[in-house]
């Protein structure tokens, strides 16, 4: 582990704490913790980094590294809220509309719903749009809801279309099931290339026809059928594949299935053919090759190569020094969910969170 890092946590740096937590949470080079993650993180908050109060909310809401508590994760929620996570605010908005875990309070969701908005959070952009757009909550808005919905697409790829368009079709209160509300949105993502949406389109004629509307659950079975969704499993299972025989000792049939899988999309083999290629032990070393891996599988949201990448920037290994293509991917990482990045970026300012949120998309 970097002693660098283990020093500043020791010495007070909140962004060092964070990462080091970090990486005992997730056992990165061989340090899985539980123990220390949790201290680590608590630190952290206790010297006021938002994220890591983030990151105890969402643990003890969904237990791992701890036991699920609704009075620990209201807490870290809530401070995590009143610390600009917008994702935070967005949880705390929703519990505030059903009453879950909190008293309802509408005026506690529209407030927390239109500050995410203004950090630009995909969600809050869509829940804005839809309650201006159709009167709910808000009194109806045109002008409002078409800003929301500009600054929803702007964002937007063909999944996350595809996805508003089923949360329009299927309902998820406050949001009324309508197929109608759901077809522009599939017609869009349609246009982009997902398979997914113009399925859904057929599907939706066909309940205009025929009276029969698919439950959400049909659906989902029905669509992960599809070339796409087949695909992103037979990833995975090459991937498997590929691991288990390295494991095995059986290296010329592991690199030609993370070559398949490579091929196929799969990010992670990518990430580990960049390793192959740059090491030269299993098959000859070809350092252009390795890093064209590195550099594919970073911008298929790898947060483990987008962090080596930015190293290679940072120090100019490989290829031409460059700080700010270093803390381009750097922030790719933090936004992804690898937190050693605010780490790295707090090196180059004062304020990474705040960077992050203002340059990437955080669509989780």
């Not at 908050?45 to 890591?52: F, I, L, S």
């Not at 929620?77 to 309802?104: C, F, N, Q, S």
């Not at 992960?224 to 090459?238: C, G, P, V």
């Not at 381009?328 to 990482?333: H, L, P, T």
Request: charged share 25%; glycine share 6%; aromatic share 12%.
């Amino acid at each position: 582990m970097d002693k660098q890092m283990q020093k500043a946590a020791q010495n007070g740096d909140v962004y060092a704490m964070l990462a080091l937590a970090y990486i005992y949470h997730h056992g990165l080079e061989g340090e899985y913790q539980p123990e220390q993650a949790i201290e680590w993180y608590k630190k952290s908050a206790a010297k006021g980094c938002a994220r890591a109060k983030w990151e105890l909310a969402k643990m003890y809401r969904d237990g791992g590294l701890v036991q699920p508590n609704s009075y620990e994760f209201i807490h870290w929620l809530t401070a995590a809220a009143d610390d600009g996570i917008p994702e935070a605010m967005m949880d705390l908005a929703l519990r505030y509309y059903h009453g879950l875990l909190v008293p309802k309070d509408i005026y506690m969701f529209t407030e927390l719903l239109i500050k995410a908005g203004e950090q630009n959070y995909v969600r809050a952009n869509f829940y804005l749009w839809y309650l201006y757009s159709h009167g709910i909550v808000f009194e109806k808005n045109e002008e409002l809801a078409a800003k929301y919905k500009e600054n929803l697409m702007a964002q937007c790829d063909a999944d996350y279309i595809f996805r508003v368009g089923r949360t329009l079709e299927f309902g998820k209160n406050p949001i009324v099931a309508n197929p109608d509300d759901a077809v522009p949105w599939y017609t869009k993502a349609s246009e982009m290339g997902s398979d997914k949406a113009i399925y859904s389109l057929g599907r939706i004629d066909a309940m205009r026809r025929t009276g029969k509307q698919d439950t959400f659950e049909q659906r989902d079975a029905r669509i992960n059928r599809l070339s796409t969704s087949a695909e992103a499993i037979q990833r995975e299972k090459i991937l498997d594949e590929a691991d288990m025989k390295l494991e095995e000792g059986d290296s010329e049939t592991a690199v030609r299935l993370y070559t398949e899988a490579a091929e196929l999309g799969n990010a992670e083999a990518m990430y580990m053919l960049a390793f192959i290629y740059h090491d030269g032990e299993i098959v000859k070393r070809n350092d252009n090759l390795a890093f064209d891996y590195l550099t594919r599988s970073a911008m298929n949201g790898n947060t483990g190569a987008q962090m080596m990448l930015a190293d290679n920037y940072e120090r100019g290994r490989g290829v031409s020094k460059d700080i700010n293509e270093a803390i381009k991917y750097y922030a790719m990482a933090a936004a992804g969910g690898n937190l050693v990045g605010y780490y790295e970026l707090n090196r180059f300012m004062e304020h990474p969170e705040l960077y992050v949120r203002r340059t990437q998309r955080i669509v989780r």
